[in-house]
Protein backbone atom coordinates (compact mmCIF):
# COMPACT_ATOMS: atom_id res chain seq x y z
CA UNK A 1 0.00 0.00 0.00
CA UNK A 2 1.27 3.44 -1.04
CA UNK A 3 0.61 6.29 2.08
CA UNK A 4 -1.58 9.04 0.32
CA UNK A 5 0.52 12.58 -0.15
CA UNK A 6 -0.67 14.49 3.02
CA UNK A 7 -3.25 12.25 4.32
CA UNK A 8 -2.78 12.00 8.29
CA UNK A 9 -2.05 8.23 9.30
CA UNK A 10 -4.12 6.79 11.52
CA UNK A 11 -1.85 5.91 14.30
CA UNK A 12 -4.19 3.71 16.04
CA UNK A 13 -3.64 1.16 13.93
CA UNK A 14 -1.05 -1.80 13.96
CA UNK A 15 1.46 -1.61 11.80
CA UNK A 16 0.48 1.95 10.54
CA UNK A 17 4.13 2.86 9.77
CA UNK A 18 5.07 0.34 7.21
CA UNK A 19 3.65 2.02 4.02
CA UNK A 20 5.59 5.33 4.83
CA UNK A 21 8.51 3.46 5.93
CA UNK A 22 8.92 1.70 2.31
CA UNK A 23 8.32 4.67 0.66
CA UNK A 24 10.98 6.09 1.92
CA UNK A 25 13.16 3.45 1.27
CA UNK A 26 15.57 3.56 -1.48
CA UNK A 27 15.59 7.55 -1.86
CA UNK A 28 19.20 8.62 -1.40
CA UNK A 29 19.77 11.16 1.42
CA UNK A 30 20.57 14.91 0.33
CA UNK A 31 23.11 16.55 -1.09
CA UNK A 32 23.78 19.49 -1.50
CA UNK A 33 23.21 23.64 -0.26
CA UNK A 34 19.76 24.66 1.84
CA UNK A 35 20.04 28.39 2.85
CA UNK A 36 23.85 28.68 2.22
CA UNK A 37 24.00 25.79 4.78
CA UNK A 38 25.99 22.44 3.49
CA UNK A 39 24.01 18.96 4.06
CA UNK A 40 25.99 15.97 3.66
CA UNK A 41 25.42 12.00 4.74
CA UNK A 42 29.10 11.32 4.94
CA UNK A 43 30.46 12.23 8.71
CA UNK A 44 32.13 16.12 8.82
CA UNK A 45 35.46 16.92 10.11
CA UNK A 46 34.68 19.61 12.26
CA UNK A 47 37.20 19.96 13.86
CA UNK A 48 39.63 20.43 10.73
CA UNK A 49 40.15 24.38 10.68
CA UNK A 50 40.62 24.13 14.41
CA UNK A 51 44.97 24.45 15.44
CA UNK A 52 44.64 23.71 18.93
CA UNK A 53 48.26 23.27 21.44
CA UNK A 54 45.78 22.71 24.70
CA UNK A 55 43.00 20.51 23.12
CA UNK A 56 40.53 19.81 26.11
CA UNK A 57 37.48 17.53 26.52
CA UNK A 58 34.96 18.28 29.23
CA UNK A 59 31.66 17.68 30.78
CA UNK A 60 28.80 18.84 28.83
CA UNK A 61 28.39 21.42 31.49
CA UNK A 62 31.44 23.38 31.37
CA UNK A 63 29.97 24.58 28.28
CA UNK A 64 27.29 26.74 30.78
CA UNK A 65 27.67 30.35 30.10
CA UNK A 66 29.45 29.76 26.86
CA UNK A 67 28.16 30.71 22.91
CA UNK A 68 27.38 27.13 22.59
CA UNK A 69 25.72 26.13 25.78
CA UNK A 70 23.06 23.54 25.27
CA UNK A 71 20.36 24.51 28.10
CA UNK A 72 17.33 24.53 26.47
CA UNK A 73 14.49 26.26 28.08
CA UNK A 74 12.21 24.64 25.88
CA UNK A 75 11.90 20.52 25.65
CA UNK A 76 9.22 18.20 24.38
CA UNK A 77 7.18 16.47 27.24
CA UNK A 78 8.58 13.55 28.90
CA UNK A 79 12.25 14.41 27.62
CA UNK A 80 15.38 13.96 29.93
CA UNK A 81 18.78 13.71 29.33
CA UNK A 82 20.25 10.62 28.06
CA UNK A 83 21.54 8.59 30.94
CA UNK A 84 24.99 8.02 30.50
CA UNK A 85 27.76 5.75 32.20
CA UNK A 86 30.41 6.99 34.56
CA UNK A 87 32.61 7.67 31.52
CA UNK A 88 32.89 10.69 30.07
CA UNK A 89 30.24 9.55 26.81
CA UNK A 90 30.99 11.52 23.84
CA UNK A 91 27.36 12.62 23.45
CA UNK A 92 27.68 14.87 26.12
CA UNK A 93 30.68 17.15 26.28
CA UNK A 94 32.16 20.23 25.63
CA UNK A 95 35.59 20.50 23.72
CA UNK A 96 37.71 23.22 24.05
CA UNK A 97 40.41 24.71 21.80
CA UNK A 98 43.16 26.50 23.79
CA UNK A 99 40.64 27.72 26.36
CA UNK A 100 37.85 28.56 23.99
CA UNK A 101 35.09 25.93 23.46
CA UNK A 102 34.79 25.37 19.99
CA UNK A 103 31.61 22.30 19.82
CA UNK A 104 29.26 21.08 22.39
CA UNK A 105 27.26 17.91 22.52
CA UNK A 106 24.00 16.44 24.48
CA UNK A 107 21.96 14.16 23.85
CA UNK A 108 18.18 13.38 24.98
CA UNK A 109 15.59 10.94 25.36
CA UNK A 110 11.79 11.15 25.07
CA UNK A 111 9.68 8.94 27.36
CA UNK A 112 6.27 7.89 27.57
CA UNK A 113 4.11 7.29 30.34
CA UNK A 114 2.92 4.12 31.17
CA UNK A 115 -1.02 5.34 30.61
CA UNK A 116 0.10 6.75 26.90
CA UNK A 117 -2.98 6.08 24.69
CA UNK A 118 -2.06 2.92 21.84
CA UNK A 119 0.27 4.80 19.23
CA UNK A 120 1.87 7.18 21.18
CA UNK A 121 5.57 6.59 20.63
CA UNK A 122 8.94 7.91 22.51
CA UNK A 123 11.72 9.18 20.64
CA UNK A 124 15.52 10.90 20.69
CA UNK A 125 17.10 14.25 20.95
CA UNK A 126 20.26 15.10 19.98
CA UNK A 127 21.93 19.30 19.93
CA UNK A 128 25.58 19.32 18.58
CA UNK A 129 27.22 23.23 18.26
CA UNK A 130 30.13 23.52 16.86
CA UNK A 131 32.56 26.05 15.74
CA UNK A 132 33.54 25.74 12.23
CA UNK A 133 31.90 26.43 7.92
CA UNK A 134 28.49 26.19 7.80
CA UNK A 135 27.95 22.45 6.56
CA UNK A 136 26.20 19.80 8.49
CA UNK A 137 26.27 15.61 8.22
CA UNK A 138 22.43 14.68 8.18
CA UNK A 139 21.05 11.75 6.25
CA UNK A 140 17.84 12.78 5.43
CA UNK A 141 15.93 12.41 1.71
CA UNK A 142 16.12 15.80 -0.96
CA UNK A 143 12.10 15.99 -0.92
CA UNK A 144 12.00 16.52 2.93
CA UNK A 145 14.57 19.59 2.89
CA UNK A 146 13.55 23.53 3.02
CA UNK A 147 14.65 26.27 3.83
CA UNK A 148 14.26 28.38 7.09
CA UNK A 149 15.25 30.23 9.69
CA UNK A 150 15.58 30.75 13.60
CA UNK A 151 15.21 34.26 15.44
CA UNK A 152 16.94 35.64 12.34
CA UNK A 153 19.72 33.05 11.55
CA UNK A 154 19.60 31.64 8.31
CA UNK A 155 18.45 27.64 8.73
CA UNK A 156 17.56 24.20 7.13
CA UNK A 157 14.72 22.58 7.87
CA UNK A 158 14.00 18.73 7.71
CA UNK A 159 10.56 17.43 8.30
CA UNK A 160 10.33 13.67 9.47
CA UNK A 161 8.19 10.90 7.16
CA UNK A 162 5.23 11.87 8.57
CA UNK A 163 4.90 15.32 9.94
CA UNK A 164 3.15 14.14 13.09
CA UNK A 165 6.73 13.19 14.01
CA UNK A 166 7.55 10.03 12.73
CA UNK A 167 10.66 9.34 11.41
CA UNK A 168 13.90 11.62 11.56
CA UNK A 169 13.46 15.25 11.28
CA UNK A 170 16.33 18.11 11.66
CA UNK A 171 16.99 21.99 11.99
CA UNK A 172 20.70 23.11 11.41
CA UNK A 173 21.34 27.14 12.11
CA UNK A 174 24.06 28.46 10.91
CA UNK A 175 25.30 31.97 13.34
CA UNK A 176 28.21 33.74 13.50
CA UNK A 177 30.30 31.41 12.56
CA UNK A 178 28.87 28.60 15.19
CA UNK A 179 26.71 25.53 13.56
CA UNK A 180 23.78 24.00 15.43
CA UNK A 181 22.35 20.80 14.51
CA UNK A 182 19.70 19.64 16.32
CA UNK A 183 18.31 16.01 15.36
CA UNK A 184 15.05 14.66 16.04
CA UNK A 185 13.81 10.84 16.13
CA UNK A 186 10.12 10.40 16.58
CA UNK A 187 9.86 14.72 16.74
CA UNK A 188 7.87 16.83 14.49
CA UNK A 189 9.53 19.89 13.02
CA UNK A 190 7.60 22.44 15.19
CA UNK A 191 9.19 21.14 18.08
CA UNK A 192 12.69 21.03 17.12
CA UNK A 193 12.26 24.27 16.08
CA UNK A 194 11.03 26.16 19.31
CA UNK A 195 14.21 23.77 21.22
CA UNK A 196 16.31 25.75 18.49
CA UNK A 197 15.22 29.50 19.37
CA UNK A 198 15.00 28.30 22.70
CA UNK A 199 18.97 27.92 22.58
CA UNK A 200 19.29 31.27 20.63
CA UNK A 201 17.23 33.34 23.39
Known amino acids: MTPIPGA ?4 TQPWWYVPYLNAERGKPPFEGLVNGIR ?5 LD ?17 ASGTALAIEPPYLPMGARPTHESSVLSPSS ?18 LVP ?20 PAASVSIPEGRWRQGEVLGHPAALAEPIVKE ?18 VGQGLPLNELTQIAE ?4
Not at 116 to 129: K, M
Open 8 to 11: TPDT
Open 39 to 43: IQSAP
Open 46 to 62: VGAGWACRDYKVAPLSE
Open 93 to 110: VAVFCDGQIVSAEGSFEI
Open 114 to 133: DDAPFGVRGGSLSVFRYKGL
Open 165 to 182: GFGQSAVVVWHDAFVTKI
Open 198 to 201: GLFR
